[in-house]
C-alpha cells in the first residue's frame, strides 16, 4: 500500500495535487488533505483525468459531519474482487426508476392548482397559466406539467425568459460547498462499482445502493455525469453531454426530480434548464 501511495503522488506531480498530503482512507480508499473547498472542481477534474493512471475513481468529501473521514497511518481492508464484483451484477440487475420516483409524482391537479404549477418555484416573471388552460382538470400533475413544457418549447421567446429564471440550477454555483472538503480516491475505476462508497441519504440501504450504483453507470452512459462530491444529502456532478430540449430534457428531469426530492423546482423548469448547463445538483435530505 505504501508502493501505490507513492505511485499516486508520482502522479499528481505538475498537477494542482502536487504535494497535498496524502494517506489511507477508510476501506481501501485512499485521502488527500488540504483541499481548497473553493477550488473543489478544479481538483476534482485533475484526479478524474489521472484515472487511467492510478485506477482509481475520484469524489469530493467532508468531514464537516462525519470525523471517521480522516488520513489514518495503516491502510483499512475494503471489498474483495468478489465482494465488490457481485455488488455490481446485483447493481445492474436493478431497477432504479421503479425505486426511485418522486413523491409528488402521483399528484392530481384540481381546479384552482394551475396557477400554482404554472408559476413553478423558480419567481419565473410571467404569468404562464394560459399556457394550460385547455387542458381537462383534473389531470395528473406529470400531464399538466409536460404540457406547459411542450408548449414552452413551441415559444422561442417565452422559454428563454423562463430559462433566465432557471438556468442557476444547473450552474456550479449552485453546488453547495462544505467548510473542510478531501478528496477521496476510490479502489476502482468502474463507475458502477465506485457506489459501493458513494454515502448519500437516498441510498441507505445495500439494496438502495445497489440502485443509486446503476443509476451512476446510466448517467454517466447516457449522459457523461460524473459524480464530483458526495456530501451525505447531495450529490452533484459534471455532464459532458447535455440532455436535447424535448423528450430528453424531460426524462432527465424526472429522474433527477426522483433522485433529488428536495430538489425546489418543478420537473418542468428542471427541464428548460438542463440543455442549459453541465452541472447538476441532487438533494435528498431528511
Known sequence: MRKDLDQIKAAFVETPLAGLPIGHGPSGTVLVGDIDPNRLHEFWQAADALVPVTGRRPVMVTDDF???????????????????????????????????????????VDEGEVEYYARGMAGVDVDLTALVSDVALPTPRPALERALYDRLLADADLYARVLGSVRFVTQTDYWYTPNSTLLMLLPTSDVRSSGYWVDFFGALTREDQWTLAEV???????????????????????????????????????????????????????????????????????
Open 66 to 108: 462525519d470525523d471517521r473521514l480522516r488520513i489514518r497511518p495503516e491502510p483499512e481492508a475494503g471489498p474483495s474482487e468478489s465482494e465488490l464484483r457481485a455488488f455490481a451484477e446485483a447493481a445492474e440487475s436493478s431497477e432504479p426508476w421503479q425505486v426511485y420516483r418522486h413523491y409528488r409524482e402521483d399528484d392530481e
Open 216 to 286: 451512476l453507470a446510466q448517467w454517466r452512459h447516457r449522459w457523461d455525469a460524473r459524480l464530483v462530491a458526495s456530501w451525505g444529502t447531495m450529490l452533484q456532478f459534471q455532464v459532458g453531454r447535455r440532455p436535447a430540449p424535448g423528450d430528453e430534457a424531460w426524462t432527465a428531469a424526472g429522474q433527477l426530480k426522483a433522485l433529488a426530492p428536495n430538489l425546489d423546482l418543478s420537473r418542468w423548469e428542471v427541464a428548460v434548464a438542463l440543455p442549459a448547463g453541465d452541472a447538476w445538483f441532487v438533494h435528498n435530505r431528511p
